[in-house]
């Protein structure tokens, strides 16, 4: 067991194969102060509180804990019927030098357990009893991968949870329901799971199949070790999500309010007159379900969210708006709001057409028919909207978060769109906005980083360009990820691939092009290319908000020496976010001044 820095506030830790990290992770569970545990091909990734436990109080904790040496209990079984009649079936038998009849029989007759999850919500990856099943992707992945289909790649079994590209090599399909957000739990197939695949019955085999079947079971003996193969692609952002009709309920659930609790009155509410590039609701996420394969997704920017909600009297985690750039919103009712985070022109226009100019961080009080339009950002991306008591939206998971990649959360906002607003704040007003810089495009910033868990997978010349060179922020960037370009690549050491493993918002993953893709909070789970190093928690907030064209500096920090209890150990404030370091831009055609 090797135990490595995977950021300020998590270690990923290494075992010799899977059937180990698969009883690691079972004996860890529970450990004091560790907030989530996020299962690998090879590793563990333990993400910790530091006002709880440190790290290195963690590491004595974990290398004490005793390990069952001889099984891999399971919490649960299942029974899937699966129509053997997937469009590689015949390709899979010609690979394992068999007839079809025999795979379809030996994947019957194995015992499969869900070693973890990844990527999509309830993609399970299921590992077999029968050493036959050894199959490599397909070597173009297709771009369309029906839901219910079940594939094969390399040693494991995944069933596909909705429809997405992806590169298994299919051998059937189901109708059982892999993730249903009602169901508890969600996920058909969460890790530990005894799955057993079961032929559909011959009256539904040219049709649908449709049950899935649960029942507790036994323990299932410990495997040899295995390779994980790539990840299939995850799905499209924006399929499949919650949404909110335009008198601001869930679609599809008739009267009830959009936030599901048709018993607590609304004051009023909000419509989205003119979207931006990108609105959501967003909160704190909804951390503690990795076990389910879901990210805990949130606001891209806790200070602006903390802020925006000061400023108007709610809790620190309610619930707000988050806007990429400019948008207009018409206000039903009376309330009052506040915009923090970017930085731009804000104007408030009452029905009679009168206008005023808003401070930014500052409450304003709205009344019906008031419109608030907001520029384009100057400095930061991302404006956050707060209004008293909240806004209100369905919960998934305990969240109303929109994660982008999941498809969990209320829908991206479009034009017509409307959400309630809550009654009532626990506190009053604050009139006194935080003093922040945030940068504008072509500005430089400092963002301090640990260095793994992977940086033994680079060359020495790498490291040093890791932090010599600058890195521009470039426009093919979302929630999941900011894709980052330098004038050289980082080169590697360690050639082939890396079985999949957990990654922390702020990880620094480097595809084969060798430009790095620094995670936002929408990132997937889990990830076959290798980390180089995660941003500190305290710079998280910061990386929210660089709009494209920002230059970026990055600077080693020791995750003891300077990310230990203090200040990692206290929650994050305006003063503990990086910004004095953020340098202008200077335009060629000005002069500069020495």
């Given amino acids: 067991m090797r135990i490595l820095t995977a950021s300020d506030r998590a270690l990923l830790v290494e075992a010799a194969d899977l059937d180990e990290a698969m009883r690691l992770n079972l004996a860890w569970d529970g450990i004091h102060g560790v907030v989530e545990r996020i299962p690998g091909a090879r590793t563990v990734l333990l993400r910790f509180d530091p006002l709880r436990v440190s790290a290195t109080e963690l590491v004595a904790v974990v290398e004490a804990t005793p390990v069952d040496a001889e099984h891999v209990r399971h919490t649960r079984e299942v029974s899937i019927p699966v129509q053997y009649d997937g469009e590689d079936l015949d390709e899979v038998a010609t690979l394992l030098g068999v007839s079809a009849e025999e795979v379809v029989n030996r994947h019957l007759a194995a015992e499969w357990q869900v070693a973890f999850s990844g990527f999509a919500p309830g993609f399970g990856y299921t590992v077999g009893s029968d050493p036959l099943f050894d199959v490599p992707r397909r070597s173009s992945p297709r771009t369309r991968v029906p839901a219910g289909s079940v594939g094969l790649a390399g040693h494991f079994t995944g069933v596909y949870p909705r429809e997405s590209p992806g590169g298994w090599q299919l051998i059937g399909r189901t109708d059982a329901v892999m993730w249903d957000i009602e169901r ?250 935080q003093p922040r810089t945030l940068p504008a495009s072509g500005d430089q910033v400092e963002l301090e980083i640990t260095l793994g868990p992977r940086d033994d997978w680079f060359t020495a010349s790498a490291l040093q360009t890791l932090t010599a060179q600058e890195w521009t922020v470039t426009p093919r960037s979302d929630r999941v990820g900011i894709r980052l370009h330098g004038d050289v690549p980082l080169e590697r050491a360690t050639g082939g691939e890396l079985p999949s493993e957990g990654a922390v918002t702020g990880a620094i993953q480097v595809p084969a092009d060798g430009q790095p893709v620094l995670f936002l909070p929408d990132h997937p789970l889990t990830g076959g290319y290798p980390i180089i190093g995660a941003l500190t928690d305290r710079c998280l907030d910061l990386a929210g908000q660089l709009p494209p064209g920002v230059r970026i500096r990055f600077r080693v920090v020791d995750p003891v020496m300077d990310h230990g209890r203090s200040p990692a150990s206290r929650p994050a404030s305006a003063a503990d976010t990086p910004q004095a370091s953020v340098r202008p831009h200077l335009d060629p055609t000005e002069k500069g001044t020495s």
Wanted: glycine share 16%; aromatic share 2%.
């Fill in 184 to 433: 508890d739990p969600p996920a058909l197939m969460s890790p530990g799971t005894l799955v057993r695949f079961v032929r559909a019955p011959a009256s539904v085999r040219g049709g649908a199949v449709r049950s899935a079947t649960a029942s507790p079971g036994r323990d299932m003996p410990p495997r040899s070790s295995v390779a994980l193969p790539p990840d299939p692609m995850p799905a499209r952002p924006g399929d499949a999500v919650v949404a909110l009709d335009g008198a601001g309920h869930r679609a599809g659930t008739g009267s009830g309010s959009a936030a599901g609790v048709g018993s607590v009155a609304a004051l009023g509410t909000v419509e989205v007159v003119r979207p931006s590039l990108q609105l959501l609701v967003q909160d704190l996420g909804r951390s503690g379900h990795a076990a389910l394969g879901v990210s805990a997704s949130g606001v891209a920017d806790r200070t602006a969210l903390r802020d925006a909600n000061r400023a108007v009297g709610n809790p620190a985690g309610a619930a707000v708006l988050e806007s990429v750039g400019g948008c207009v919103l018409r206000f039903r009712g009376d309330g009052v709001a506040a915009v923090a985070g970017a930085v731009g022109e804000l104007v408030l226009t009452d029905a009679a057409g009168r206008t005023r100019t808003l401070a930014h961080g500052t409450p304003f009080a709205v009344v019906d028919g008031d419109e608030l339009a907001l520029g384009h950002p100057t400095h930061g991306l991302r404006y956050v909207i707060a209004v008293r008591g909240g806004i209100r939206a369905h919960e998934a998971l305990g969240s109303t978060a929109s994660d982008t990649l999941a498809g969990l959360g209320p829908a991206p906002l479009k034009a017509g769109d409307v959400v309630e607003m809550g009654m009532g704040a626990p506190h009053a007003v604050d009139p006194h906005p």
